[in-house]
C-alpha cells in the first residue's frame, strides 16, 4: 500500500510540473487500482487488524493543486479578453482622433484655423527667446485649444494630444530644426520673428510661410501619432485573438487531462476509512487422530489445525508435538506470504507407529515467536493442546 501510495504522489506531482499537458499516466492508475483493493480490503476487515488508515493528505493537495491549473488557464483567457476589450477601445479612439485629423489637415478647413491661430504663434514668439522644443511645446499646445473648439470634433482628440503630447511635442521640434536647417529659412528665422514680433513689426511674407509650415507640421504630427496608433491597436488586436485561440486550445487539452486526473482522485477521495483496532496476538491449535483406535504396532496420523483469533498476521509459525515428529510443513497459506492471517486456517500432519497396547498421552505446541511487524506489534504467542 505505501508503495502505490508514493507512486501516486510522485505521478501527480509530474502531472502538476507538466501544467497539465498530458494525460495520467498508465503506472499511476495501476497504482490507484492497487491502492483502491487493499484500502477496500483493510476497511472490509478492520475488526481483524489493527493497520492504521493511510495518510493521504498529499494525494489531496496534489489534486487540488491539479484542478487549480484549469482555473488559472481560465483566468489566462479572461485577462486576454479584458485586454482585447481595451484594446478594441483604444483602436476605436484612435480612429476617431485620426479621421478628425484627416478633416482638419483639408486645405479650406485648415487655412480657416490657420488665420485664427498665426497671431497666436507671433505672441508666443513676441515673449522671449526659445528653444525648437519650447517653441514646439507652445505651438502644440495651441494646437490642442484650437482643435478641440471645432464643431464635430471628438473628445479623444485632445485627451489623445495630451496622453502623446511629450512624443508630438519632440517630433514637432525635430521639425522646426529641420525647415530651419534647409535652404528655404534663413537660420535666424525665428530670431527675426520675435524681434519684430518685440517691435508690433509686421513680418516678411517668409517669415508668415515659416509659422505656418511650422502650425502644418505639428498638425501632421498629431496625425502621423494617431494613425501610428491606430496601426499598433490592429496589430495588437490581432496578436490578441491568436492568443486567445491557443489558450483555447491549450484550455481543451488540459481539461481533458485535468478531468481524467480528477476521476483517479474521485475514486482515492471515496476510497474508505476505518477505526483502528487494539493489537492483538493469539493462536488456537486442535489435534485429531485417525484412526481413535488402533491395535499395537499400528500407525496412527495426527492432523493439527491452526487458526490466528486475533487481528495481527503470525510469522515464524512451528508446530511441534511432544512425541511425535518429524511434523509436515503447513497447508493453507492462501497467499504464499509464509504468514498466518486471521482469515487463513494452516493444517499439518504427523504420522507414528504405537508399540505398546493403552492410552497414549502426548501434546502438541503451536508457537508464533514474532508476530507480524507490519501489522501488529505484540508479543510471541504459545498455544497447547493434549491429544492420545
Known sequence: MNEAIRTIEKELADGLSAGGKRPPSERLKAAVNSLEMEMRFLGGSAAHHSIPPPNLTRIYKLCGDLQDILAKAKQELDQNERKTKNAEEKKARAKKVHNDMERILNPDYRDRIWKGAWKTLKAILSGGTLTYLDFAKEVVGLAVDMITRQPKTSVYTGLFVDEHRAEIEAEVAKQIKRLISGPRYPNDIMESIQKKAQKGESLHWLEEEFLEAVWHQTLIQITNKAFERLQYWKGELKRLETEKSQIEKRIKQIKANIDAFKQLCDRIRGLPGWTRGTARSAIDITKTAHPKSIKPGGSVTYTFTVTNPGNCDLSHVDVTDSKC????????????????????????????????????????????????????????????????
Open 325 to 388: 515428529g518429524p511434523v509436515s510443513p503447513p497447508t493453507g497459506d492462501t497467499n504464499f506470504d509464509n504468514k498466518l492471517d486471521p482469515s487463513e486456517t494452516w493444517t499439518y500432519n504427523c504420522s507414528q507407529k504405537l508399540a505398546a497396547a493403552g492410552n497414549v498421552i502426548d501434546t502438541a505446541t503451536v508457537t508464533a515467536p514474532r508476530p507480524d511487524r507490519q501489522s501488529c506489534k505484540g508479543h510471541s504467542v504459545r498455544h497447547g493442546e493434549g491429544g492420545g
